[in-house]
């Protein structure tokens, strides 16, 4: 595309590829610095996100961010940013909670342009896939986060690609499951950590 990534911010703020720009409050871009040697891609903006307009700071991006830290990565150094720039969603029901609803492969295709290009700009030392809709958007349909997390896969997407577990799965375990979890999801990072 050869656009800045606040262009790239700018033209997305106006996308009307699929339908989720109807119930959703806002685009949500990516954010970080365009020569951030690391890239961090999740599915899509969470609520918190929609109302806020930018990736990772509800309850999910707070995971991220401790995560981080443990693993001795500065969020302010890394770009994240999801595989879809609205937030889709179901309404509970008899309540106003908007609920998760996990985009569908056209919605992602939809947005698509979008994520190529912020790889483009970046250009990512390190790319790390959180979760699966965004390891299968990125890896391909077969990939398995399960059986492959944690270490570095080939792809031309960037020199060093891995996935793991996505931070709200963590909040979505048993209780007694969290800090396994969270050590687990640690450890994924500080695996990409080596190759920064």
Not at 15 to 44: H, I, K, S
Not at 131 to 154: H, I, M, N, W, Y
Not at 158 to 184: C, F, Q, W, Y
């Amino acid at each position: 595309m050869g656009r800045t990534l606040d262009e790239l911010a700018s033209l997305a703020a106006g996308c009307t590829n699929c339908d989720l720009y109807r119930n959703a409050t806002q685009t949500v871009f990516g954010e970080g610095p365009e020569t951030a040697d690391l890239m961090l891609v999740g599915e899509q903006p969470g609520d918190k996100e929609d109302l806020a307009g930018e990736p990772f700071v509800g309850p999910a991006g707070r995971i991220l961010d401790e995560a981080l830290a443990a693993a001795g990565i500065d969020r302010d150094r890394a770009y994240v940013t999801n595989v879809v720039k609205h937030f889709k969603w179901t309404p509970k029901p008899g309540s106003k909670v908007r609920l998760h609803k996990t985009p569908n492969r056209t919605e992602q295709l939809a947005c698509r342009p979008w994520l190529e290009g912020e790889l483009e700009v970046v250009q990512p030392q390190v790319l790390v896939c959180l979760g699966a809709v965004a390891a299968k958007s990125l890896l391909g349909d077969d990939f398995k986060v399960t059986q492959e997390r944690g270490r570095f896969v080939p792809s031309p997407l960037a020199p060093k690609v891995l996935a793991t577990m996505h931070p709200s799965s963590i909040l979505r375990g048993a209780p007694e499951d969290r800090k396994r979890n969270m050590a687990a999801f640690v450890a994924d990072l500080r695996v990409a950590a080596t190759a920064l």
